[in-house]
Nanobody
Framework: VQLQASGGGSVQAGGSLKLSCAASGTTVGSVSMGWFRQAPGKERVFVAA????????VYADSVKGRFTISRDNAKNTIYLQMNMLKPEDTAVYYC??????????????WGQGTLVTVSS
């Protein structure tokens, strides 16, 4: 499994960014996928996940109502639309894939990160 994340960048607080994660070696429509992030000096934490079961989604409390995870099966890609960004959203964002039981806690497959910087 290979995951290629992109879309990071610098934005002012209140702005928006959309991250993409292109997958190979797996089919995004048949597995659970998600996003984690790691802020400077902190551990990696769960952000959002989407499952193949009726596109069920789950979010960390810190991003509910601001972030939306989605997927495009035809492009074998998942997305993270991030709105109303805050400085505390600054982090390296990682795309992950695994079974649903692990996707929010300890996913085994990680892509490279993409840096998001939010300035106040």
């Amino acid at each position: 499994v290979q995951l290629q994340a992109s879309g990071g960048g610098s934005v002012q607080a209140g702005g928006s960014l959309k991250l993409s994660c292109a997958a190979s070696g797996t089919t995004v429509g048949s597995v659970s996928m998600g996003w984690f992030r790691q802020a400077p000096g902190k551990e990696r934490v769960f952000v959002a996940a989407i499952t193949p079961i009726e596109d069920y989604t789950v979010y960390a409390d810190s991003v509910k109502g601001r972030f939306t995870i989605s997927r495009d099966n035809a492009k074998n890609t998942i997305y993270l639309q991030m709105n109303m960004l805050k400085p505390e959203d600054t982090a390296v964002y990682y795309c992950v894939v695994d079974q649903f039981a692990r996707i929010t806690r300890d996913p085994r497959y990680w892509g490279q990160g993409t840096l998001v910087t939010v300035s106040s």
